[in-house]
């Protein structure tokens, strides 16, 4: 391979990992899964798209690391990126030094789900490979862009300045790429304004003016916004109070409820994957049809809100399981947005699926698009850029020194 980055991304009780080169075609990639128990194994798929599956028994996070690198080592990786959900106010990728590592843990309490995992594999890599440049890559930092009046929630002051406490948004690597691939298909690269969905298991919405996020629909957490495969999106706040007083619900349960049992699950009481909806949807079952319409119902009112946001609209893209794969999710959200101008190609749209890329408009009004997402491509590229300054940095230091 050529110069390749290996990208991490820790779990709980999994690991994903990918070695990418700057070949676009040469990718290993991979999933370390249920680790710390007896069914620990490695699944993924090796130089030459040859599928790997090897049994890992009781391994932890260093372990499969470790088994994961071994097997890698013959491409000698150049660098190692770690996404990392939350970077607090980090505004961009930054090579992991012991400051850095600090601030993730300090944004602990803002992804306490996420960011403990991620400073476990950290932890481990840099313990495994000490030589290597390594860098986080935060969901967080490309929304940092946004201006106080789309970050701020209308709550006292100290809580912001004494606790963080602000709109954040997530899926960031996922956002930043797409609109930057969008751009660049349009011939105005990191130009104009753009709408972007990224629709999965967890959605959330973007409104990027330039190349940059100027908002987004998820907040301190993922849980605002749109609604998901199992959380709520946007709910009354005084739900809480309501829940407490009158089933007896402590917060951690009413926590759980919206994140773990809402959403899709919780509308249609029957299954969080959209195929498994629109299928019974098809079928007569009231309760996927309501689930899928409220979906698509919020996620037009998201796009609409934040379009706020830009000074004009020249684009929507589609991304995500859900955003590439489902012609029918996104005719109908398109359906909520008449006034906006959108022209939908149906023949193309329904021709679109399984991961390819495409333009689904007439050809006038604002473009429409359809853009498999790649994180982990983002990742290594950032990882790249980061490694290079840092490179950079050194030589110019080490030329600085006088000679004794």
Not at 85 to 98: F, M, N, R, S
Request: glycine share 10%; with cysteine; charged share 20%.
């Amino acid at each position: 391979m050529s110069t390749s980055v290996l990208v991490i991304n820790c779990g709980s009780s999994s690991i994903k990992y990918a070695l990418i080169s700057e070949q676009a075609k040469d990718r290993i990639y991979g999933l370390a899964e249920n680790l710390g128990s007896a069914d620990a194994r490695i699944k993924g798929v090796t130089i030459g798209g040859q599928p790997l599956e090897l049994s890992i028994p009781h391994a932890d996070h260093e372990q499969a690391l470790e088994t994961i690198l071994s097997r890698l080592s013959q491409y000698k990786p150049q660098a190692i990126g770690h996404r990392v959900v939350h970077g607090g106010t980090l505004t961009k990728a930054e090579l992991l030094t012991d400051t850095i590592v600090e601030r993730i843990r300090e944004a602990t309490p803002l992804a306490p789900l996420h960011n403990p995992a991620h400073l476990v594999g950290i932890d481990a890599t840099m313990r495994l490979f000490p030589e290597l440049p390594q860098v986080a890559v935060f969901d967080t930092a490309f929304h940092q862009t946004m201006p106080a009046h789309a970050y701020r929630y209308a709550v006292p002051k100290f809580l912001y300045t004494e606790h963080n406490v602000r709109r954040y948004g997530f899926h960031g690597t996922s956002h930043a790429y797409v609109s930057e691939r969008g751009s660049e298909l349009a011939g105005n690269l990191k130009q104009g304004g753009w709408l972007t969905a990224h629709l999965g298991n967890g959605s959330s919405t973007c409104a990027i003016w330039n190349g940059q996020s100027v908002d987004t629909s998820m907040g301190l957490t993922p849980l605002e916004g749109v609604v998901m495969g199992t959380r709520s999106g946007d709910v009354d706040p005084s739900l809480h109070s309501f829940l407490a007083a009158n089933l007896g619900w402590d917060v951690y349960k009413i926590d759980r409820m919206l994140n773990k049992e809402s959403g899709l699950l919780g509308l249609s009481d029957l299954s969080n994957d959209m195929r498994t909806l629109i299928e019974a949807s098809e079928q007569g079952n009231e309760d996927a049809t309501l689930a899928i319409e409220v979906f698509c119902y919020r996620l037009a009112k998201s796009l609409a809100a934040i379009s706020c946001g830009l000074p004009r609209i020249d684009g929507l893209i589609f991304t995500g399981g859900i955003g590439e794969n489902s012609a029918y999710i996104r005719e109908k959200t398109l359906s909520y947005l008449p006034h906006f101008g959108f022209n939908l190609n149906k023949t193309q749209n329904n021709e679109l699926k399984r991961g390819t890329e495409g333009r689904i408009d007439q050809g006038h009004g604002p473009q429409i698009w359809v853009i498999p997402t790649d994180e982990e491509a983002r990742i290594a590229q950032e990882t790249r850029q980061v490694a290079a300054q840092t490179s950079l940095l050194s030589k110019k230091s080490e030329l600085a020194v006088e000679p004794a």
